[in-house]
């Protein structure tokens, strides 16, 4: 069965430092999201992505954040200038069609950002 | 902004009982209801889902209740088997999922 994948499944890093998290979403799916869960609270929205652009962003995605789709594989969040309060679960998730009221996200297993 | 609510953080079942999770909403926008289960360190795995022109979904033991008028859905597990144990997640929207903040079902052999 098609899954999405993340890699890499931790990372620690320095506040200050860059931070590339990587996913590959199911192959036929065209639109593309980021999520992430910080300890103890709910999971928050992101940024959907299609056809190259941003579609809708968060609140939280300012413009340390930033997607990517390098190829025609990967999907990528960068966060530029990390900070403490960054350290999360991400997930990243796909959809095929992007449809009103019958398109369902499929997610991957989360990346663990930890800012030290 | 709660727009999604699930208010009972946790419930526990015993082995063959039914389970019944519950979640509101309040955003009358909301056109597709998922419901997601998720283990520690892992992402949540899609379940089931409504579209809000209907009010009822089955698939195997799982079966979602979506009441519009009064903004909420639920979700029904018959029976309950000890790997159901697992945080459930509910979410609405379109693209830009709204998630509740999860129930935790423990059932118990």
């Known amino acids: 069965e098609p899954e999405v994948t993340q890699t890499p499944s931790h990372q620690v890093t320095q506040m200050g430092q860059e931070v590339i998290l990587r996913c590959v979403p199911i192959?036929?799916?065209?639109?593309f999201y980021w999520y992430r869960q910080i300890l103890g609270q709910k999971v928050e929205f992101l940024v959907s992505?299609?056809?190259?652009?941003?579609?809708?962003k968060s609140e939280i995605f300012d413009d340390q954040f930033s997607v990517e789709r390098p190829d025609g594989s990967n999907f990528t969040l960068k966060i530029r200038s990390t900070k403490l309060e960054d350290s999360a679960m991400y997930f990243c998730?796909?959809?095929?069609?992007?449809?009103?009221?019958?398109?369902?996200?499929?997610f991957g297993p989360g990346t663990r950002l930890t800012v030290l | 902004d709660q727009q999604v609510k699930q208010n009972s953080p946790s419930l526990s079942v015993q082995e063959g009982r039914i389970s019944i999770l519950n979640c509101d909403y309040t955003?009358?926008?909301?056109?597709?209801f998922l419901w997601y289960k998720k283990y520690p360190a892992e992402g949540p795995t899609f379940l089931i889902s409504?579209?809000?022109?209907?009010d009822k979904n089955e698939d195997g033991r799982f079966t979602v209740f979506l009441n519009k008028s009064a903004k909420h859905l639920s979700l029904h597990i018959v029976p309950s088997q000890p790997g159901d144990s697992a945080v459930y997640f509910c979410?609405?929207?379109?693209?830009?999922?709204?998630f509740g903040t999860g129930t935790r079902l423990l059932v118990s052999p």
């Open positions: 979410a609405g929207g379109f693209q830009k999922l709204v």
């Open positions: 192959s036929n799916h065209l639109y």
């Open positions: 409504i579209s809000s022109i209907k």
């Open positions: 998730a796909s959809s095929e069609l992007g449809r009103a009221g019958t398109d369902t996200q499929y």
């Open positions: 955003n009358s926008m909301f056109d597709y």
């Open positions: 992505f299609y056809n190259n652009e941003i579609s809708e």
